[in-house]
């Protein structure tokens, strides 16, 4: 007959472990203990009890392969490759240059990236949310990812959903949306000479579900956007020389011919507002415009004209830095948008202190949120319902839940049981790439297969965790899993009777 303590197990975060079996021939009355290894109140346990001792735990599952090795770096992982993919990260959009056949990441022997029309020259994009295609809803309510683009003439295309129809799967998602399947286009229209870039708003709001700005080679502006019912798209309006962008992109100088730092990008368009950045190096001043009417939520075209205040919400701001911008993001979580600006860090606002003032608008109008985490780093893309991440010019990647506290991604993937070698991963789906490696893997802790129904526990918080009397009869075993943050250690009291 065994007395005192019976087992005991440290369960890492994120793992879980068989604690004890009765092995005996008769029933054991036990207690079971767990404590944490440090004093972070982030602490839950799920517990069961199953007659099977021989459940697997702690595995991996290989779900596809990348075309390439992936880096600390998520801006590199993308889906444009043979293999069915999936959709664990896409880099579409940006400048959206729809004669690219591909989103690549090239850099210059400068170190810079060029907004380059020709393939093989490099380019500079900004990324469409990962998370936007896997939970549309979260943009919102929308039932499928859905897109506007155009091609390399005069031609807009909308795609009422960019992961499905003929062959195009959610892992060729890439080729669809540059125009490579524009058959199969649910619609299409013609704008102009509007054909140089575009930046897209995939947030439905009530008056619209997807909003497009263009740009040609003058730096002229054009404005399309699709009916509440995401079902049509018109083109709302365009301007030449009193565009908003014209001006800022130093009167008309082709905003293609110029070299940006590779971390900063010409335009992003969220949740009605965007912003476009002073188009050369040469330029301090940049624009912001709100795309919905403030007093009745309805569409104003006229926010990209230069006839700057609130009749037009269109606005010009002067900076201290030659090309200021570094990112635009929203945050549906709060309903606020942040800003980044090169040496002033980042800002928040939302559109009341956005549609104030006229002409001569000063960064410092919006709240001061405090330093980025590097000064040179790429726009953050959303890969979960309150998670962003970003990666610096060294390399070095990034992650936020508010914009306003930055972590470290190997540390916070770290804290989530992926492990510091994780380039990426996603808590919800559990998928984890890691660094130089192709491999596309679906962790699992195991405790799923155990029976659920002789679960004790299930995410439960706690700070000393105790649990008495309770009987396991011969054969069964008790399994812990980790559902925190931080390690824990299990042990089982008791006595087995004769």
Known sequence: MANGRLASKKVLKGKAEKVYTNTSAVSAAVSIHASAHSENSNTSISLAVDTNATHSLNYVTEKYLLGYDATTNIMALDTYSGVPLGSIAH?????????????????????????ARSSGTTTNYLRLDPYYLTNPEEYGGKTKPSYITNNSSSGMYYWHDITTGGSQSIGNVVARVYGQDYASADYNTTVSSYNRGMVVDVYKNDAYYDACINWDNNGYMSITSSNAAGTTINHQQHRTSDANFYHVSNNGRDPSSYLHPWYQGVAWFEKGVYVFNAA?????????????????????????????GTSSQA??????????????KYNPNNDKYYIA?????????????????????QITEFTAIGPMPHEQMATPVRIDKALWHSVDSTSVAWVTTDFKTWIKATTYWDSQGFGTNAAMAYNTTREQVNRGERKVFVAS?????????????????????????????SGDSLYAENTGSVDLSVSVMGYEDE
């Not at 004669?99 to 210059?108: A, F, K, W």
């Not at 919905?292 to 006839?307: H, K």
């Not at 600006?341 to 608008?361: A, C, H, P, W, Y």
Request: glycine share 10%.
């Open 91 to 115: 880099n579409i959009g940006d400048i959206g240059w729809s004669s690219i056949q591909g989103p690549r990441m090239s850099y210059s022997t400068s170190g810079a990236l060029g907004a």
């Open 280 to 308: 050369s190096i040469d330029r301090q001043r940049f624009c912001m415009g709100d795309f919905i009417r403030a007093s009745d939520g309805a569409i104003r075209p006229s926010c990209i004209s230069d006839s700057h």
């Open 445 to 473: 802790s195991g405790f799923d297969s155990v029976a659920d129904d002789a679960i004790l526990e299930y995410k439960t918080s706690f700070n000393s965790y105790e649990r008495n009397g309770l009987l396991l009869n």
């Open 341 to 361: 600006i090169k040496q002033d860090g980042i800002f928040e606002f939302d559109k009341s202190q956005l549609n104030t003032g006229s002409s001569s608008r």
């Open 315 to 328: 606005y010009q701001f002067n900076s201290s830095v030659p090309y200021p911008v570094c990112w635009m």
